[in-house]
């Protein structure tokens, strides 16, 4: 990986707002993410994680965006995930992780070295039960947004998965307040909205099209307004993702 700069550690305020957000922690477990150091940015199309190769190095994204990715052998790239800001990458309950995927910025990515954290939830220190709990309710959303991945490629039409994946990303953002029910940054190419849907670009052209005629959608500048987002709701039978609580308290109990 080929890093394009080293900057001064920035206090890791977005991972604590996401945690936060999804779960409890108390004055340690956010003195200990505030403090995280390493910062690290990494250009476009970088590959931030190998598939296959140990995480030895668990990160929080602090700024802009990655995908979790397969290639075939033909060069056709199939997006599973995205990684958004105060995401965890290699952040886990287990020792040891391998990569299922690679992951790639699909925008210049800021990320902070998570060590701290996984040391500190691989431990019984009570004084981390908050963070080990926040970081198994980040696991479990993780595992949900995979889920819904599969239910998109494998159940829904072309329409229907395209407005999904937006009201997703919409609520993926809003956990770290970088979106509201209509707003949110949207860096994605129409490449990558076909890699992450199983569509052609041009089936993606023709969708995001028809949207915008029917008064759904406006998507330009990098930005995606939802102008009805309950309309779209409604098409895509969207269900927001719920976390799994107290798994990781039972599982110790």
């Known amino acids: 990986m080929t890093l394009v700069h080293q900057q001064a550690s920035p206090k890791a305020a977005v991972a604590i707002q996401r945690l936060t957000t999804i779960s409890s922690l108390n004055e340690e477990s956010e003195a200990l993410l ?3 150091s390493d910062a690290q940015t990494v250009g476009v199309g970088i590959e931030i994680v190998s598939e296959r190769d140990a995480i030895v190095r668990p990160r929080f994204i602090v700024g802009g965006w990655a995908a979790k990715v397969r290639w075939l052998p033909d060069g056709r790239r199939q997006i599973f995930d995205f990684v958004l800001p105060g995401e965890a990458l290699g952040v886990c309950l287990r020792p040891n992780p391998l990569a299922l995927s690679t992951v790639v ?13 996984q040391k500190a939830i691989m431990g019984d220190d009570p004084r981390w039960a908050d963070l080990r709990e926040a970081m198994h309710v980040s696991s479990s959303l993780d595992e949900a947004y995979l889920l819904s991945q599969i239910m998109r490629l ?10 999904h994946l937006l009201l997703e990303v919409r609520d993926r953002l809003k956990l770290v307040g970088l979106a509201t029910e209509t707003h949110f940054p949207m860096p ?7 890699d992450a849907t199983g569509l052609s670009i041009v089936h993606v052209n023709r969708i995001l099209q028809q949207l915008r005629r029917e008064r759904l959608l406006d998507l330009h500048g990098g930005k995606a307004h939802l102008r009805e987002p309950d309309a779209l709701v409604a098409i895509a039978d969207y269900k927001p993702a719920r976390p799994c609580t107290g798994g990781s308290r039972r599982a110790r109990a």
């Open 34 to 36: 505030a403090g995280l």
């Open 105 to 117: 910025a699909l925008t210049p990515v800021q990320f902070v070295d998570a060590g701290p954290v």
């Open 154 to 163: 494998g159940r829904q039409t072309a329409y229907e998965r395209l407005c």
């Open 188 to 194: 994605m190419t129409q490449e990558t909205l076909a």
